[in-house]
């Protein structure tokens, strides 16, 4: 029985899982106010489909799980979702344009309000401990139900670390020597 | 004891923390695995990561669930507090165990030794390597990024530089980063197969973490926790 995954594409899931752990580091080193976790998903996504960057988003949350705190782990599904959704895009021809990518971009970020909100509204109350609980605080003051709260500020958090995580993936793999992109054969088209 | 031992406790403690439902019983469960955090290896560190994950998450639990924003801007009056910041604090109290307890289960398995249990555990060679190649490469990675921070501080790339200024950095700091491990991957994926990679499910670790006969008495004791505990849920 064929293997689901080559070598080649679990060796390449396994540099995204590390891509996500340390580009994070790197937007704090750089004081940014953007997460950056999943930019390995993007790029794996973005070159092998799908499936390949569903498990890079799922493995790299348990793996936090395990190495920091099971936080990480509970939100597994979305880091799932996003690369579910990144693949499906990048499969449709999304991240062959600037416009196409910002779109991609956005659908990824809707898919994490939908996966995200239920477990933050449920599993901790609607809060996570930063700024943003402010915000779901406000709204909840201002009429909105928590899981409405909730979804709004999910949304607005996600969406510009989604929006430069997308652009910044679909830029490293645009800028891919094309001996090197050659071969990743499932690669989407990025132009 | 084995890396895999300190994870099997972890499921009898999420359902005792979600059958208790008085705050007295979680406080004093809480306090319990707190003393058991503080008695273990890198106590400062791990006590540090657990404050800095509960202290503001009581902060946001507090704003959001006392409704203080409708009172102190709206002049709302919020009758039912009491019960919602109860309610409240038994979420935090139930987070705050299951954050402690993993604290616990976390020091029985140090990165390296999970690699290596990890490496020689039972579960299928690919599944094993992605869950701890990771851990391996990021070294490499982090490494390779001091590097490339480095060299493109010499060229003029100022990483504290005002904002809009680092973030068009972090192209010239990812992209080298990125291209130089893509270019890894082929080799990495050829070694592999030229080891037989996968084609026989076992393999063989020189050092591989023993599972003795008390990480065989703990599971067994997590086993009959968990049971005991969901059979007195279900017997309510």
């Known amino acids: 029985m064929n293997p689901l995954f080559s070598t080649r594409t679990l060796t390449l899931m396994s540099a995204g899982i590390a891509f996500n752990m340390v580009l994070g580091q790197l937007a704090s080193m750089l004081k940014l106010p953007i997460f950056l976790d999943a930019i390995g998903t993007f790029v794996v996504a973005l070159l092998a489909g799908p499936l390949a960057a569903l498990v890079t988003g799922v493995a790299t949350n348990l793996i936090w799980g395990v ?20 693949g499906l895009c990048a499969r449709a021809g999304g991240f062959r344009s600037l416009p196409r990518v910002l779109l991609s971009a956005l659908l990824v970020t809707v898919a994490v309000v939908v996966v995200a909100t239920p477990i933050r509204a449920y599993l901790f109350g609607g809060a996570t401990g930063s700024g943003a609980d402010f915000f779901v605080a406000y709204l909840n003051a201002v009429g909105s139900k928590l899981i409405e709260s909730v979804a709004l500020t999910v949304f607005g958090v996600n969406l510009a670390d989604k929006v430069v995580s997308a652009l910044l993936a679909w830029t490293l793999v645009r800028a891919l020597p094309a001996r090197l992109s050659a071969t990743f054969p499932a690669a989407a088209a990025v132009r | ?19 208790l439902t008085d705050a007295r019983a979680l406080a004093a469960l809480l306090v319990v695995l707190l003393v058991l955090v503080w008695m273990g290896g890198e106590h400062r560190v791990r006590l540090r990561r ?33 019960q919602r910041l109860y309610a409240a604090a038994l979420l935090w109290l139930r987070v705050g165990c299951l954050l402690a307890g993993a604290q616990v289960a976390l020091r029985l398995a140090p990165p390296a030794r999970l690699t290596r249990a990890l490496f020689a555990s039972r ?58 491990t893509l270019s890894d991957v082929g080799e990495r994926a050829n070694a592999l197969d030229a080891r037989a990679f996968r084609s026989v499910p076992c393999r063989t670790t ?31």
């Open chain 1, 67 to 86: 190495l920091t705190s099971p936080v990480a782990a509970a939100f597994a599904p979305v880091a799932g979702v996003i690369g579910l959704v990144a």
């Open chain 2, 50 to 82: 657990w404050a800095l994950l509960m202290l503001p998450l009581a902060a946001g639990l507090w704003l959001v669930h006392g409704r203080y924003l409708d009172s102190l801007v709206f002049g709302a009056d919020v009758a039912d507090r009491p």
């Open chain 2, 123 to 180: 579960l299928p060679p690919s599944v094993a390597y992605l869950l701890a190649s990771p851990l391996l490469l990021s070294v490499q990675l982090r490494r390779r990024l001091a590097e490339v921070t480095e060299a493109q501080r010499a060229r003029g790339v100022d990483p504290a530089a005002p904002w809009p200024q680092r973030a068009r950095t972090l192209i010239a700091l990812a992209g080298p980063l990125v291209v130089w």
């Open chain 2, 1 to 19: 004891m084995h890396p895999f031992t300190g994870f099997a406790l972890l499921p009898p403690l999420l359902l005792l923390t979600l059958r």
């Open chain 2, 206 to 236: 020189l050092d591989a973490p023993a599972f003795t006969a008390r990480d065989r008495a703990l599971l067994a004791a997590a086993l009959a926790a968990f049971v005991l505990v969901a059979g007195s849920w279900l017997w309510r």
